[in-house]
């Protein structure tokens, strides 16, 4: 059961902001030969836009703020501006893409995050993947491209962490595919060193990210994405490797770190 | 053969400028029970999004100029904004929405007009619409919902005609389907006398259409609309009207003005 492979790749924010960097990965990522989806993170251009509209960002703790402006902006930046331009981009290199948020054929619920210490605002957590619709998708030999946006099923689109549908995505496709889920950031892989390029961790189990978390090694927004990964494959997730851009590479032997429970 | 129903409904910009009559549209839209595809126009955001930048829309002759910047912002609001959020909606009343451009599954394949008087700059001119992806979609159930964005398939998105993407696709399905065409504004149809809501010309067929131009009856934006609808005629496409919200409703008996060759 479950024979068939599906590779699932996201790519980080700073991927995007680096437009020879997103060639380079679109053009690995259309190579790849089994079923496929891709997922993008936002980049700056979100700030950048609400900058250019006399607005500040509003982030804590590195997370953003949405409010309803911010909403509009992000829904923009991400659905329109940057999906449609990879969806172009890779449909030039011949691989069917079709650009989607979660609301799209309802393929990603989630709902509002309850207001505890921080008021989030527009902030979606994940509750729910309809793999039936995806899997559609997937026989048809097209290509979904998701960006970061869900929706509650109640007509309200809500901005959704990247690493977060990533994960849950992997998870919620693993019965029906053997799920490869990677990770891709502007480093290698997890880094020992974070001033040593070269110091990539090649395997991570859940105790040793419980002592890297501890020693500092591991911290701030590697956390939450090495939390959602060790989530994907306790949900029945083959493999998880968190790496460079360069492992796309059709046949590279360079994998970065992959985790394993 | 083409026995199978699909109608196809465009709604234009005013509609979209108007959210109860917006969510009103997609009420009905909803209950329609055949398979079927939505083509949404702009609305003025564009526009008002180029100033709170501190610009000027670039407009000849009530049309737009789309330079690079223009290109970003159109892709940002009709396919990131406006799409996204009639695809929310529609999903909130059970409608398995998907959003897209002629971009996605490279469904619609336009070229960059070509400079003569004026440069219209990343502007599309449709060339071919791909009925068997769009085709797969509906055999699925999906509701493939269209914003008036095409692409050159060498990775360039291009601004387009909503209208023009309504006959084009209207017609380049009705090889599959039997196509209703119903392009939904804000009057109730085709108007003898502008200042007279209620004196909607019932039928116009070629050579009416010829006249009512040459007196002046039809006029501007309208001759493109009623050009492009009978080439969507002329192409297969079994019924065509022009009317307003109205006639959605189910079982509603007031059907606008329609087409015939």
Do not use: W
Not at 41 to 57: D, E, F, T, V, Y
Not at 78 to 83: C, Q, R, V
Not at 186 to 211: A, C, R, W
Not at 216 to 224: H, K, L, Q, T
């Amino acid at each position: 059961m479950a024979e068939q492979k599906l590779t699932i790749v996201k790519i980080g924010g700073n991927i995007i902001n680096n437009e020879p960097d997103l060639i380079r990965v679109l053009d690995d990522f259309s190579k790849i030969t089994t079923p496929k989806v891709l997922i993008h993170g936002g980049g700056k251009k979100a700030s950048a836009l609400i900058r250019q509209m006399g607005q500040q960002p509003k982030m804590i703790e590195g997370r953003r703020i949405t409010d309803a402006f911010t909403l509009d902006i992000v829904t923009m930046v991400y659905a329109g501006l940057i999906n449609k331009k990879i969806v172009a981009l890779l449909q030039s290199k011949g691989c069917n893409a079709l650009g989607m948020t979660g609301a799209d054929l309802n393929t990603i619920q989630s709902h509002k995050r309850p207001v505890k210490d921080i008021d989030y605002g527009f902030v979606g957590d994940i509750d729910k993947i309809h793999s039936d619709n995806i899997q559609i998708l997937l026989q048809a030999k097209f290509t979904p491209v998701f960006c970061a946006i869900t929706h509650d099923q109640s007509g309200q689109l809500l901005n959704t962490n990247a690493d977060s549908i990533a994960s849950y995505l992997a998870g919620g496709m693993s019965h029906l595919f053997s799920v490869d889920l990677r990770l891709c950031f502007e480093k290698k892989g997890v880094l020992e060193n974070p001033d040593d390029e070269n110091s990539v961790i090649p395997k991570i189990n859940y105790d040793t990210f419980q002592k890297l978390k501890k020693s500092g090694i591991i911290s701030e927004g590697m956390v939450p994405k090495i939390e959602g990964a060790f989530h994907a494959l306790k949900n029945g997730v083959k493999n998880v490797y968190i790496s460079g851009i360069e492992s796309l590479k059709p046949g590279k032997q360079q994998k970065g770190t992959r985790l394993c429970l």
